[in-house]
């Protein structure tokens, strides 16, 4: 099961037939166990990574800190919760150290997503502190490199 | 007379490489997809790349002991005990060269006299025949059958004995079948060698590169260590080709003439490449592993792959190179390659440029994406279907 996943998290294209091959079981067997993942919600989402810069989009992506006082019975929870309800909110981890929440934010412009931060964020109970940076360029995501060269530079045939 | 009467007798005797025809007609054409390569479509991973750069930053940028880097042969001697339980003197056994092309150059000059034999068993690498035949020794083809999964035996090669002959040459995992051999076939090449008091050089570049077993070592088979000069180099595991790095481990007596020959003509292996050795002998172990697991995922679907569209294939168990038969489209292997580059653009290579025996079969390199594996096999299928 593990060998599918990391296959179809690298290249969520690849047909049952094709990972049947590899993989040396049946069609119906992957299918099934592909069924299973999803079940379980192991597997969440097929998405293409996609470089929209390149597509020609200017959205503003930013980085936001977030300090909370924590509620008793749920913790940072219901406020997360809050948070990540908001389209506009595309990430949103608990972290150790000097801040509580990361949340990474999209929008159409600097003013956009500031508004955002000022109008929604900031204002809900519990949150103490946002500091936010706004992301200039990405060199890598999820693993993979934004701008890599990879072409082929074998020789078309050789010994 | 011409420059071309000035040329020496036996270089002009040695035919060109089978493979530079179907290099040029692909080299011309746009949407190729290409199974004739051979070697890893991943570039060399990172930390060993980088382990050079620092190191020219540091300023190590000149000649090596001629035997190779301390180091580095230290890290390979420890490799073998490890992996296979067979030791060499790092001072006095191991020789790090050019590649495994220098190695082979340099062990067949090193022990052949003029007419001397070395059996060759074939289908096999292109250069086998050549640097005999350029070390003025004579190659003796012995055809490997394909009922046998192209493993020799001592019963096909027993006729080709000669009393001169001095040599036996096996590549396994095999350039171009992807057959191996396994234990109890190579005990009985090992008795061979021993009966006929033969050297066997055993060239285990692919070594690493062997799917559901373990490669086996000639030179770890019981009292084969010395009459062994094993050949093994970086290119294939550790997607190093261009490096230009290996290395020969034998008996004192064969390390030192060819270390002789070595440091006349080429004087140590570049420092650089020596350096990415070492880094690769010492953390560069998971990277392979994973880029092994990657081509046995590619082997199971170009396997399958040839099996539906009806071209038959012994299941290649090493290397990454596939050797189906083409017999059923009624072309010959050189005429089904050309047909094929023409008309679909894939490149693959005729098996008759590995050895006449490798007539009706045809190379394929699956050193290459999954998607491209399944097109080159859709644009196969779609050859055969509209060559009925």
């Not at chain 2, 559901?212 to 190093?240: Q, W």
């Not at chain 2, 094929?340 to 394929?364: D, M, N, S, W, Y």
Request: aromatic share 10%; with cysteine; hydrophobic share 40%.
């Amino acid at each position: 099961m593990k060998e599918i996943l990391e296959l179809l998290e690298h290249n969520a294209r690849l047909t049952t037939g094709e990972l049947a091959s590899m993989l040396q079981k049946s069609e119906y067997e992957i299918e099934k166990e592909i069924a299973v993942l999803e079940k379980e919600k192991i597997i969440l989402s097929y998405g293409a990574l996609i470089n929209w810069e390149k597509f020609g989009d200017d959205n503003v992506t930013a980085v936001i800190e977030i300090n909370l006082t924590p509620q008793r019975e749920v913790g940072f929870d219901a406020i997360a919760e809050r948070i990540y309800r908001f389209d506009e909110v595309r990430t949103v981890y608990l972290m150790s150290g000097n801040f509580d929440l990361l949340v990474i934010i999209e929008g159409k412009s600097l003013k956009d997503v500031a508004n955002f931060v000022a109008t929604r964020l900031a204002p809900i109970e519990g949150v103490t502190q946002t500091r936010s940076h706004f992301m200039l360029k990405a060199y890598k995501k999820d693993g993979v490199i934004m701008e890599d060269d990879d072409r082929d530079r074998r020789l078309v045939v050789a010994p | 007379m011409t420059w071309q009467d000035k040329l020496s007798t036996s270089v002009k005797s040695v035919a060109p490489s089978g493979i530079r025809r179907f290099f040029d007609i692909a080299a011309k054409m746009k949407d190729v997809i290409s199974l004739g390569v051979g070697e890893p479509d991943f570039v060399t991973p990172w930390p060993i790349r980088e382990s050079c750069v620092y190191g020219l930053e540091r300023g190590y940028t000149s000649y090596t002991a001629n035997r190779g880097m301390l180091k580095l042969r230290e890290e390979i001697a420890r490799h073998y005990v490890e992996k296979f339980n067979v030791s060499y003197d790092v001072d006095t056994e191991i020789l790090v060269t050019v590649g495994v092309s220098e190695a082979l150059d340099l062990a067949l000059r090193a022990i052949l006299n003029p007419g001397d034999e070395v059996l060759i068993p074939e289908p096999c690498y292109v250069s086998y025949q050549a640097c005999t035949f350029m070390a003025n020794g004579i190659p003796v083809s012995v055809p490997a059958k394909i009922e046998n999964e192209f493993r020799i035996t001592p019963e096909e090669l027993e006729p080709f004995i000669t009393p001169k002959t001095k040599a036996i040459l096996i590549g396994y995992p095999n350039n171009p079948t992807g057959a191996i051999m396994e234990r109890d076939d190579l005990l009985k090449i090992a008795n061979f060698a021993e009966a006929h008091d033969l050297i066997v050089i055993s060239d285990e570049i692919y070594g690493d590169l062997t799917y559901g077993g373990v490669h086996e070592c000639f030179a770890a088979l019981p009292k084969m260590r010395d009459r062994t000069i094993l050949l093994n180099g970086f290119s294939k595991a550790y997607a190093m080709t261009g490096w230009r790095i290996g290395y020969a481990l034998s008996n004192p007596d064969f390390i030192a003439a060819m270390t002789k020959i070595h440091q006349y003509t080429i004087l140590c292996a570049p420092i650089t490449a020596q350096m990415a050795a070492v880094e690769a002998l010492k953390r560069g172990e998971k990277y392979m592993k994973k880029m092994v697991a990657d081509y046995d995922r590619r082997r199971h679907l170009i396997y399958e792959g040839f099996k539906t569209i009806g071209l038959e294939s012994f299941e290649p168990r090493g290397a990454f190179y596939i050797f189906p038969n083409i017999e059923t489209s009624g072309f010959t292997s050189e005429a089904f390659a050309e047909k094929l580059i023409q008309t679909e653009h894939v490149a693959l290579v005729p098996g008759t440029a590995f050895g006449k025996c490798g007539a009706g079969h045809v190379r394929c390199s699956y050193a290459t994406s999954i998607d491209k594996i399944s097109e080159a096999l859709n644009r196969i299928e779609h050859f055969l279907k509209s060559h009925k």
